[in-house]
């Protein structure tokens, strides 16, 4: 049995370790067109920051590694063409000459690419010109490459995603003057705008320039006496133009699914064009899963989405992974549970806000509150804000976001409302979890708890 696993990254990765564990004697072959397999773009950031001070430390495994589990890597090849009947896969090395390998099972893993906005001048200017899109090492190398050789003192950032805020601290710590541009009318539009106004505070408390509501049209090199490279036209809300002069500009505006090798072997596409898949992660195609960034995501509580996150490449891989080998595991679904620091902060998210509980059919509530990290008499507390969705009619509980210092533990508090979640649990019964409490770290009743009899309140009033 000869496994074909095409991406070195998260799902790519992740099925290929997952057929070695299951079986120690599979033939497992990873095609990846880059040289950095297996690396956690996750942690560019902080890369291009300097807290990770050597981009192969954001390897998760290193090649030798890899290898030593028994799988086969095929470096700086890219796979071009799948002959489905003959069970062959077309691919180019970096020489360039071609090689066709035959498999038994084929897991597609080619991830997302960049999204290119409609921006005028866009296409024309490039890293030698200081504008830079991010989501590969060898984005990264041309980010650090412009900082290193051209010691910009000024960024504009095109969208302020997660990607956007990590990347407007990582310039900022680098001594940068960052401003952010974002069409929208908040940052972090993933939170309700009440949770994105306190990230938007902490921004500008580090003195990013963050301009919401700003749809930039066009970029164009500067003209000459300037001592800024790039000029940067953005429309604002009111339709005024907003201009920006800035020696680097970085367009994060979110990612599409890379589909072109599996559409050309006549995989069917879902919603936003990734890969159709079902729970197992087979597509239409015989022999031929997919799992990560290029499929679709079977969500627990909206059904089919794309939500294009590490984890759940990881999770999709390993069942890819799995059933290639001829299991028969399912992916049990995303509640989009994801979590962002921003400077001293942290937001996080998991399940549906309320217009998104809407759209998915349920009568949704939703309150804020506020509580303690620990109990205040003990030095070093923090506030933490909520946002709590439940079902008016079934008081199951449907979302939860939080906001507050990067120390108040919002990724493990956010985690226990998605274990909630994963378990179809009401908002009510989150009270009867036996979670810990000491005085210097939490409250007997944790904040999470608190926040949702605060729901429970307010559903029994209305
Ligand atoms: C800056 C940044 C920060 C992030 N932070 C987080 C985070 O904090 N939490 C989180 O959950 N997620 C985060 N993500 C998202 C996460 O990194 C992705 O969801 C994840 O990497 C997806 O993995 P993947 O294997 O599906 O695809 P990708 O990582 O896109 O990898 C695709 C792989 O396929 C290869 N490939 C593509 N086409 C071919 C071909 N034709 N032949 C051979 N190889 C090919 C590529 O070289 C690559 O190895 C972040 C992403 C970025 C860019």
């Known amino acids: 049995m000869h496994l074909v696993m095409i991406g070195g990254s998260d799902a790519g990765i992740s099925a290929a370790l997952r057929a070695r564990d299951l079986d120690p004697g599979a033939d497992v072959t990873v095609v990846v067109a880059d040289a950095y397999p297996n690396f956690s773009i996750c942690g560019i950031p902080y890369y291009v920051s300097g807290e990770v001070t050597h981009w192969r430390n954001l390897a998760h495994r290193t090649a030798a590694d890899l290898e030593a589990t028994g799988m086969a890597l095929r470096l700086d090849t890219t796979a071009r063409r799948i002959d489905v ?25 080619t991830g997302a690419v960049s999204a290119r906005p409609p921006i005028s001048g866009l296409d024309a200017l490039g890293p030698a010109d200081g504008v830079h899109l991010l989501h590969s090492m060898g984005d990264t190398f041309s980010v650090m490459r412009t900082l290193e050789h051209s010691a910009p003192a000024s960024a504009v950032i095109i969208g302020a995603g997660y990607i956007g805020l990590e990347m407007a601290e990582a310039l900022t710590a680098r001594g940068l003057s960052v401003t952010q541009m974002e069409q929208l009318g908040e940052v972090l539009p993933t939170v309700d705008p009440e949770l994105g106004a306190l990230v938007h505070a902490e921004l500008a408390a580090h003195r990013v320039e963050v301009l919401t509501g700003t749809t930039v049209r066009q970029l164009s090199r500067a003209s000459a006496g300037g001592a800024a490279r790039l000029r940067v036209d953005a429309t604002a809300a009111g339709g005024e133009t ?37 729970r197992g992660m087979r597509t239409n195609v015989p022999d031929v899963f997919a799992a990560g960034d290029c499929v679709i995501t079977h969500h627990r509580l909206a059904g089919e989405t794309y939500l294009p996150l590490g984890t759940t490449a990881h999770k999709q891989g390993r069942v890819a992974g799995e059933n290639a080998l001829g299991g028969n595991r399912e992916f049990a679904g995303s509640l989009g549970t994801q979590v962002v620091k921003i400077f001293d902060q942290a937001a996080a998210r998991t399940g549906l806000r309320d217009h998104e509980a809407v ?104």
């Open 359 to 462: 759209a998915a059919g349920f009568d949704p509530v939703t309150t804020s509150f506020e509580a303690d990290d620990h109990k205040a008499y003990y030095p070093g507390s923090h506030r933490i804000t909520m946002r709590v969705t439940g079902d008016r009619a079934t008081g199951r509980l449907l979302g939860m976001q939080l906001f507050g210092h990067r120390h108040a533990e919002i990724a493990k508090r956010i985690d226990i409302a998605a274990t909630a979640l994963f378990h179809a649990m009401t908002v009510d019964a989150v009270s009867d979890l036996d979670l810990s409490y000491t005085p210097p770290l939490g409250s007997p009743w944790e904040a999470v708890q608190m926040g949702t009899q605060a729901w429970t309140r307010l559903a029994r009033s209305g």
């Open 85 to 109: 009947g003959g069970r062959k896969l077309l691919v180019t090395a970096a020489d360039g000459t071609e090689e066709l390998i035959g498999y038994d099972k084929l897991v597609i893993g």
């Open 242 to 278: 907003i201009s920006r002069m800035a020696d680097m500009v970085l367009v994060v505006t979110g990612v599409r699914p890379d589909t072109e090798l599996a559409a050309s072997a006549g995989a069917a596409l879902g919603v936003r064009g990734a890969i159709a898949v079902d």
